[in-house]
C-alpha cells in the first residue's frame, strides 16, 4: 500500500511542489529552535491519502467497527511515514545538487 502511495504521490506532485516543503508542515518536537518547512498543497495531499485507503479496503462507513477504525489509522499512519520519508528523501536529493 505504501508503494502504491508513493508512486500517485509522485504523479500528483512535481519535484519542484516538494523541493524545500514536508508533507504536513508541522513543527519538529527534537528540534526545538528549527523552522518547519511549508506543507505541500494539502488538499491534493489528502486526495491521494484518502484514494490509496479507499483502494486498498479503507473506506469509512456507518457501520464501520472500531477493530476497522483502528486497522485503518494504523494504514494511514503507515502512508503519512512513507510519504514524509519520501519527500525528505527528494529534498536531500535536491540539495546535493
Do not use: W
Not at 508503494?3 to 513543527?27: K, P, Q, W, Y
Not at 494539502?42 to 472500531?66: N, Q
Request: hydrophobic content about 35%.
Amino acid at each position: 500500500m505504501t508503494i502504491f502511495a508513493r508512486n500517485l504521490f509522485r504523479r500528483v506532485f512535481s519535484s519542484e511542489d516538494i523541493s524545500g516543503h514536508s508533507l504536513t508542515g508541522r513543527r519538529s518536537t527534537s528540534l526545538q529552535n528549527h523552522v518547519p518547512l511549508p506543507s505541500v498543497d494539502p488538499l491534493k495531499r489528502d486526495a491521494v491519502i484518502e484514494f490509496c485507503l479507499k483502494t486498498h479496503g479503507y473506506e469509512i462507513s456507518a457501520s464501520s467497527s472500531k477493530k476497522f477504525l483502528r486497522k485503518r489509522k494504523s494504514a494511514k499512519t503507515s502512508i503519512i511515514k512513507s510519504l514524509s520519508d519520501y519527500i525528505r528523501e527528494e529534498n536531500s536529493k535536491l540539495k546535493a545538487f
